[in-house]
């Protein structure tokens, strides 16, 4: 057989760029852009008694929940009593993404898509519902248009529908609390590789009794607030929402005249599959170093880092030894939003992924609030109870998750040249 030679080959297309042009968020701090911003600078808190579900025969229950949330003014496709809760919130956060993106539907129905969605719960809430009505008053009382939103899947299914996209993958990424960053990285390498023209990535969940009994059992719930990095710490408060991002390529947002919020530079992933919840620490560390070599980023550069710090005992100083292990012993200040939302599962690194960004456009670093002493096996600089002001040009956003799926994700001050490698 006669070869060919190699400059006649095909050849595979350079890697594109891939910029955030949109951000949808609802949280217990705030929903939209300004308000979500404001909140995190202000160290605002999400902490409040519980009505979710009933709380009764626990000696304490606090958590980050949405009590101002109305999905009717952000649903406009579907019917949203159609949709369980954790799908309201990831179509209400994918709507404003869209729009804060400047990004006409019908642009994108004529576009090749991904929706990325994380989730640890999925539409657990709407599944205990049943269940209880059940147990209760026997199977005639379960409602079949309850029953129809329990699939998983709905938190990006239904993303897709609301924009009656057809040419889309959408996809439903269940590696737990680490899971936003899994999907802002399945984002990303579609986006790189050339394979979509838009992705909408993220995380979603609901608060419910399961996982919060799940952590209760386990002994992990803050009776009043969560205390990362604090000596004194006693564990998280759940908490939900929903964050998406637009992702496109920068020759995209360049050619429609977008506003570009940030770049993502890249991302690393690893399982260690160690311990059903105890986090490891080489692991970890190897998973950030995966990422700063993925997105060509040395330790130097980068200004903080976005720690998954749940304010229990195990993870913050797992994780911090971590970071003084790839860092060294003056790391960047390393800094936890669940602080002010609560561990929200699934969206938890998308919000905190939300929070980088908007950290690098708006000029701050987000404090650790409730914090008095800073526990000395932990060795940080956590940004005690008040913002820094500052000019953050790249972050590390850290997701950490049961069974040791963890995920970082890096992302910088977009620059025309792009950030030097």
Known sequence: MESRPSDSLPKAPAAQRVVITGLGIISSIGIGVDEFSSGLRAGLSGAKPITAFDTEGFAH????????????????????????????????????????????????????????????????????????????????????????????????????????????????????????????????????????????????????????????????????????????????????????????????????GARIYAEVLGYGLNCDAHHPVAPHQESVADCMRLALEDAGVKPSEVDFISAHGTGTRANDVTEARAIRDVYGESPPRTVSVKSMLGHTMGAASALAAIGCVLAITRGFIPPTINHRTTDPDCGIDCVPNEAVEATPRIVQNNGLAFGGNNAVVMLSRYEDAGVAR
């Open 61 to 256: 229950a606090k958590g980050c929940e949405i009590t101002d949330f109305d999905p009717k003014p952000l649903i406009r496709h579907l019917p949203p009593d159609s949709l369980g809760r954790a799908s309201q919130f990831s179509v209400a956060a994918a709507r404003m993404a869209v729009e804060d993106a400047g990004l006409d539907p019908a642009t994108l129905r004529a576009q090749r898509g991904l929706v990325s969605v994380g989730t640890t719960d999925g539409e657990s809430y709407d599944l205990e519902r049943l269940v209880g009505a059940e147990l209760a008053e026997g199977p005639a009382s379960m409602e079949p248009a309850v029953a129809a939103r329990l699939r998983a899947s709905r938190v990006s299914v239904s993303v897709a529908r609301e924009f009656e996209l057809a040419d889309v993958e959408a996809v439903t990424v269940p590696t737990a609390c680490a899971a936003g960053n899994y999907a802002i990285g399945n984002g990303f390498d579609a986006i790189r590789a050339g394979e979509v023209d838009f992705a909408l990535c993220g995380g979603a969940d609901a608060m419910c009794r399961k996982t919060f009994t799940a952590f209760y059992r386990l002994g992990t719930i803050a009776p009043e607030v969560c205390a990362p990095f604090d000596v004194d710490r006693s564990g998280i408060l759940t908490g939900e929402g929903a964050g998406i991002l637009v992702l496109e390529s920068l020759e995209s947002a360049l050619r429609r």
